[in-house]
């Protein structure tokens, strides 16, 4: 967020109603003394991505967590200490050489909070919700991940309460890494599905 | 506000064309204005202080003006569901929010579904099994639903038996709830579309009373 204040810029109309939101619901008891801030805080510094690359490395250097992880997403997950809302039920999806998964939420923007954080605006946007589901090889491209025309394609509509992480594969050549070199290598996207590593 | 609204809302985007590109971006900022994580944080105000249910929530959202909705960013969406609720619920009035704002506070369209009397009992037991093929029923309620319009009609096969959980058709209108089990179901893209893509399978995350067996 900008540091407003110091040269404060002309208050939109969005802005103007949020803030006579807050101060009725302000002047009603209902916002907790620094409540805004601390849940803001959260989800800009502890909730993110850098999350579910951590799960990502552990899954390639320990094959029996991965097991785990395709088995039960959401136990294996919260053995490294995330979970929370919209990450109650997960579910992973590995990729291989023939197979590439991505996720989307075609109904609004379901999107698994504790290993990837709020979800990019592309993401929530109505293109990328109308057009992954009917035209995912195209959009894939787009996007720059093109994928072999014999690779299968699962695209998975978060449409109940099962939240997804795709699994990426593991680049080659990197088998000397520690685990915590290979979590650096794990990007947003690749664990959404809209690239690969 | 005063239409009747139904629910082959403009939120259910699943397969809709003319929108052009995606406006990617590897990297972006959670919140890009101090405004948007207000409104975020004032709904889950919201949310706890009248106890809305996922349903209610999304319904909220989902009955905003279709141009509105189309036009307003995520975080637009969610301050107008923390208001259209907060109004609803009582805990501000319209008059209140317009005054404070200095100008029009559009709210999102009444839901016209009544609550439902008799839900009926919660389903234990799952009907289907993986590997079943299922037809998704043609439904077409005039409420909150988490059946994507794309997949209505068309026949799948069963991958994954999820757990039991609360219906939103029913939750999104009331405090009734009835429990049912859940269910990933696959489609082939040549089903859903007639111009789908080769080699692409499309999963859709439904509940029970959504299908039938195919």
């Known amino acids: ?197 | 506000m005063g239409m009747v609204l139904l629910m082959d809302g403009i939120h259910d985007l699943g397969g809709r064309q003319g929108f052009g590109e995606v406006g990617y971006s590897p990297a972006e900022p959670v919140f890009c204005h101090r405004w948007e994580a207000v409104a975020r944080a004032l709904l889950v105000v919201v949310a706890g202080a009248v106890e809305v249910s996922g349903g209610e929530f999304r319904h909220s959202i989902e009955r905003m003006e279709p141009g509105h909705y189309l036009t307003s960013s995520y975080y637009e969406h969610w301050l107008t569901a923390a208001a259209t609720l907060a109004v609803e619920h009582g805990l501000v009035t319209r008059s209140e929010l317009e005054t404070r704002a200095g100008g029009r506070f559009p709210l999102s369209g009444p839901a016209l579904v009544p609550p439902v009397a008799d839900v009926g009992p919660d389903v234990d037991a799952p009907r289907f099994a993986v590997g079943d093929r299922v037809q998704v029923r043609e439904c077409h309620p005039p409420g909150h639903t988490r059946c994507p319009g794309y997949v209505r009609g068309k026949n799948g096969t069963v991958v994954r038996v999820d757990g039991i959980h609360s219906v939103p058709d029913i939750e999104a209108h009331g405090t009734a709830r009835r429990r049912e089990p859940t269910y990933s179901v696959r489609f082939d893209a040549a089903d859903l579309w007639r111009d789908g893509q080769r080699g692409v399978w499309v999963h859709v995350d439904v509940w029970d009373s959504y299908l039938e067996r195919s």
């Not at chain 1, 990729?95 to 979800?119: A, E, K, M, Q, R």
């Not at chain 1, 605006?121 to 919700?129: F, G, I, L, N, T």
């Not at chain 1, 014999?150 to 109940?160: H, L, Y």
């Not at chain 1, 088998?175 to 990007?187: F, I, M, P, Y």
């Open chain 1, 1 to 197: 967020m900008s540091a407003e204040g110091h040269h404060p810029a002309p208050v939109s109309p969005v802005e103007q109603r949020v803030a006579a939101l807050e101060a009725l619901l302000t002047e009603r008891g209902l916002v907790p003394p620094g409540f805004i801030e601390e849940i803001t805080r959260r989800y800009e510094s502890e909730i993110g991505p850098m999350n579910g690359a951590k799960v990502v490395a552990r899954s390639w250097v320990d094959p029996q967590y991965k097991q785990r992880l395709l088995a039960d997403g959401t136990a294996a997950i919260a053995e490294l200490g995330f979970g929370g809302p919209e990450g109650d039920h997960m579910v992973v999806v590995e990729n291989t050489p023939g197979i590439h998964n991505v996720i989307v939420c075609t109904l609004c923007s379901c999107y698994p909070w504790p290993v990837l954080g709020l979800p990019p605006a592309w993401y929530k946007d109505p293109p990328y919700r109308a057009r992954m589901v009917r035209e995912p090889r195209t959009l894939l491209a787009e996007m720059g991940c093109p994928l072999p025309d014999d690779a299968e394609i699962r695209v998975w509509d978060s449409s109940a309460e099962v939240r997804y992480l795709v699994l990426p594969e593991r680049p080659p050549g990197t088998g000397g890494l520690t685990e915590a070199e290979l979590t650096s290598l794990v990007t947003r996207d690749s664990m959404i599905g809209t690239a690969r590593l």
